[in-house]
């Protein structure tokens, strides 16, 4: 797989937090090219930087790499406000140069369309209950210290990494039963909006499948399983994985096509995704603000 994408997405990576994995989505962003770059919302957790949150210079360090990607490669950016930054809903919409702030989008590509938002619009808890919403935010909280506790002993005995978070989704019934129900309704969405497929973030669980023939994509989060969508030049759309990806090979065959004089590309080892191929289209993507 090249390093070059028409467009990467990414969301959760709650700037401010203990466990944000700023320096990974830096690295990460530094190895991948793109033409359009998407924070799909929480890329900056207000919610937490009021209450005891902290500002770091590896979080500035993220922007710095955004800021590279637009001056060396002018890669668009579209920032999507979420739930954890809705202080942006005060400057909504901006635009300036190749940054642009707003709500949500429509994205166009290879004949399809696509309706880009976090994804909290549609969570009633959080929308109607604010209260609620901060309390389970605590709650997720303790689970992500918790979680960092059990693997500082898992590492010492040569464990892989557990998420402990995930884990209890996973065993209680009524949050496996929101996911499916939060991953319908916003397919149901789409589909009214009349759309191929929708990509959101907001429950951080990384999805590509077809729900009722839409495409329901989900970039994940760089709290813990630090994923991303990306869509090569053939439309085709894959997640990626930043445990899975070998920087060191990469590093490594990008020092054998200097010297050899070869103009490609390095090749990153990423986790593969089937999909169906689809038809060439030249043109060029078209956005859509929906406010």
């Not at 916003?186 to 429950?203: E, F, P, Q, V, Y």
């Not at 990469?250 to 169906?276: H, T, W």
């Amino acid at each position: 797989m090249k390093t070059q994408f028409k467009t990467i997405v990414v969301s959760d990576v709650h700037l401010g937090t203990k466990g944000s994995k700023a320096k990974e989505i830096a690295r990460f962003l530094k190895q991948y090219n793109c033409e359009n770059l998407i924070l799909n919302g929480d890329i900056i957790d207000g919610w937490q930087l009021k209450k005891s949150g902290s500002w770091k210079r590896k979080h500035t360090r993220f922007f710095n790499r955004i800021l590279k990607m637009i001056e060396n490669h002018n890669t668009k950016v579209y920032y999507l406000r979420g739930n954890h930054d809705d202080f942006l809903d005060q400057i909504l919409p901006f635009q300036m140069g190749n940054l642009s702030i707003q709500k949500d989008m429509i994205y166009e590509s290879h004949g399809k369309k696509y309706f880009i938002t976090h994804g909290d619009v549609f969570d009633s808890i959080t929308t109607n209950l604010r209260w609620i919403a901060y309390l389970g935010d605590i709650g997720y909280t303790f689970l992500l210290w918790l979680n960092s506790v059990v693997n500082h002993y898992r590492i010492k005995r040569g464990l892989p990494y557990f998420s402990l978070s995930q884990y209890v989704k996973g065993k209680v019934k009524s949050a496996v039963s929101y996911i499916d129900q939060y991953e319908e309704e916003l397919s149901k969405m789409a589909r009214a909006k009349g759309c191929d497929g929708i990509i959101c973030g907001h429950i951080h669980k990384p999805e590509n499948r077809i729900i009722d023939g839409i495409e329901y994509m989900n970039s994940g989060d760089w709290v813990e399983t630090m994923s991303a969508l990306a869509e090569d030049h053939e439309g085709n759309w894959q997640l990626i994985y930043y445990n899975e990806i070998n920087f060191k090979e990469a590093k490594d065959d990008s020092l054998n096509q200097f010297f050899i004089g070869k103009a490609e590309a390095p090749v990153i080892p990423m986790r593969e995704v089937s999909f169906e191929a689809l038809k060439d289209d030249l043109e060029p993507p078209a956005f859509t603000s929906i406010l």
